[in-house]
Structure formats: structure tokens, C-alpha cells
């Protein structure tokens, strides 16, 4: 009898880790203290930054493995020129305010402006650093990737054009999460081998 009742809960066991392996949908709520820093191009190409006035509306609830992208911010300079200063790369820091979790992801990135063919084609680039990884706890994380972006002009045109920069937050889980069909056949090898377990000992008797 207590044989019998082992082998039942190894059953149930399987059958219930196969159902809870996958983390819970979460609500992600933007706040409104997001902002971009572009102080630290003062001494180069001078950048400014607008954040979307709209960023503290938006919410959305995530799957594991699913993303969700919104407009962030448009940058650009107020420099109609580019001289030798503008071509030493400057210093733009993004920050990304959550209500929802309650925190505020920093991301760092790199402007720079260009000029080539006598000064004939003129214009500046923006990379950002590699997305920024958060632990929500419970093996469930989050990452948040701001989007490269640039501008360019022609025929003796200054480099005063804006962009628009996007935000991506990927939901997934911190724990390597095994398939379906992988975990079916992991089930049942667990399930043969308690009912051969169980044989072998009703054959000793």
C-alpha cells in the first residue's frame, strides 16, 4: 500500500511540474520620471533630447518570451555645422521609469557627429549600450534595449534633423526553461521507472 502510494505521488509530481514551468504573465506600467541626459555633449555636438509626454499611459501585461516597443524620445542638435568639435564622441544617459516594477533602469550611450566628402554630406549617430537585464525575483526578469539612431543630410546641409528613439521590454525568465516535448518524455521516463521500480520489488516478494 505505501509502494502504491509512492508511486502515485511521483505520478502527480511529474504531472504538476509539466504544468508550472512556465512564469506568470506580468503588467509592466510606465511611470513619468523618464528622461534622457544629454549634458554630456555640451562640449561636442550638442544634443537635446524631448520624452514622449505620453509614457506615464502606458501599460502592458507581457507573456514569457514576449516584447512590447513604444516611442521613447526624439533627439537631435540645434547646430547648423560641423566642425572639428563635433567629431569627439559625446556622452547621452537614458533613464526609463517604471511604476510597475517600481524602478528606474539607467542606459547609457554615445553620440558622435560626421562629416565627409568636403563637408558635402553632414549628419550624427546615437548607439546605445546593450540592453540592461532586471531580476523581478521568482527566475522570472526583464530586459529594456533603447533603439540606435542617426541622421543625415546632403548638398551642404547642416546636421540639424531629429530622430526617433524606441523602447523595447522583453519579458522572459532567469531559469532555462525546458520544451514541451522535452518534459513530456522526462515525465514519462520518471513514470516507467517507478512502475518498473515497483515490478521488480512485487517480483522479490
Known amino acids: 500500500m505505501k509502494r502504491r502510494l509512492i508511486f502515485l505521488c511521483t505520478v502527480f509530481l511529474v504531472l504538476g511540474i509539466m504544468g508550472n514551468v512556465r512564469a506568470a ?5 510606465m511611470g513619468a520620471g523618464s528622461d534622457i541626459d544629454t549634458s554630456g555633449t555640451s562640449d561636442v555636438l550638442e544634443m537635446y533630447a524631448s520624452v514622449n ?8 501585461e507581457l507573456e514569457p518570451g514576449h516584447c512590447h516597443s513604444f516611442h ?4 537631435g542638435t540645434n547646430e547648423g555645422w560641423i566642425n572639428d568639435d563635433d567629431l569627439i564622441p559625446g ?4 533613464y526609463v521609469d517604471f511604476d510597475s516594477p517600481e524602478i528606474v ?4 550611450g ?10 558635402f554630406c553632414q549628419g550624427w549617430n546615437l548607439t546605445w549600450a546593450d540592453p540592461v537585464v532586471v531580476d523581478l525575483g521568482g527566475g522570472s ?12 543630410s546632403w548638398f551642404w546641409q547642416g546636421p540639424d534633423g531629429t530622430a526617433d528613439i524606441t523602447a523595447t521590454v522583453s519579458y522572459g525568465s532567469s531559469i ?14 520518471l513514470i516507467i521507472f517507478a512502475f518498473i521500480a515497483r515490478r521488480g520489488i512485487a517480483v522479490k516478494r
Not at 105 to 108: A, L, R
Not at 176 to 189: C, K, S
Open 141 to 152: 526578469q526583464y530586459t529594456i534595449e533603447l533603439s540606435d539612431v542617426g541622421y543625415g
Open 91 to 94: 556622452e547621452v544617459t537614458a
Open 105 to 108: 533602469n539607467s542606459i547609457n
Open 25 to 29: 504573465p506580468f503588467t509592466f506600467d
Open 53 to 60: 509626454g505620453n509614457l506615464d499611459g502606458i501599460s502592458y
Open 72 to 75: 521613447f524620445a526624439t533627439i
Open 110 to 119: 554615445t553620440s558622435l557627429g560626421f562629416a565627409g566628402c568636403f563637408h
Open 176 to 189: 532555462p526553461v525546458p520544451e514541451p516535448a522535452t518534459m513530456f518524455l522526462f515525465g514519462i521516463g
